[in-house]
């Protein structure tokens, strides 16, 4: 009899998501970094397809995931000896995103099940990957909450519940909003229809976050050209303060 519920969830569960599915839209794929760049606002928004009426149960929730490259950190710990503060432990956390944002239309506890968060490693805990610590190291998931609690805190990590407007279980929108010192790189958005903490249907697409203009051009000449770009600061330096004494002089002569 448990094979055969199993085997039934298994049939219900995608002839269920497939009967609604995401229609999306963004106010903006691309993000352009330059000079005077102090952040960016993305606008989300989009509407469910279906083939047949609204479903009976509970209602339909979204949930907004974007998600920034990611890399490897590393985390030290400090610890106060003899009255100084020294770095003692460090930890490689594996691949933790440069950005990472959740919106949600109801608490995150509502809109998905801790299985399926483990699924589909949408909160911020779940999306930062942390294996194979040294067994030596006394509290690795300690390590991982620092990064969480250092990046929230400088507004590159946060989770908002209640922020997705949904009408009529049918249309959606949302905001997103990307602080200043972005990195650059694809960024996963990614949006989860659910149900009863289910996830029902999923959409992904990617938003693009570059560099343009003059802070492209020094950007890459930093990278490919090191040399050069080390010449080319110490002579601008030398020139700034040239043109600095000078005006100085100039301003101490009249």
Known sequence: MLRLIVLLSLIYLPAFAAEEQVVLGLSQ????IT???????ILVFGAVKREAPIPEGPPLEVVVAVA????????????????????????VVDLAPSFYAVATSAPFSEVLTQTEDLRYKVSIERAIRSVGADMNIQ?????????IRIREDEGLYSIREDTVAVDEQTLFRTSIEMPSDLTEGSYAARIFLTRGGMVVSTFETSIDVRKVGLERFLYSMSREQPIWYGLMS????????????????????N
């Open 29 to 32: 794929d691309r993000v352009s």
């Open 68 to 91: 920034g490259p990611s890399e490897p950190v590393t985390v030290r710990r400090k610890e106060k000896r003899f009255g100084i503060w020294v770095n003692t432990d460090s930890l």
């Open 35 to 41: 000079a005077n760049f102090d952040g960016s606002e």
């Open 234 to 253: 110490l002579a601008i330096a030398i020139a700034a303060g040239w043109g600095a004494s000078t005006a100085f002089r100039l301003l101490r002569e």
């Open 139 to 147: 509290g690795a998931q300690d390590f991982s909450e620092a990064v």
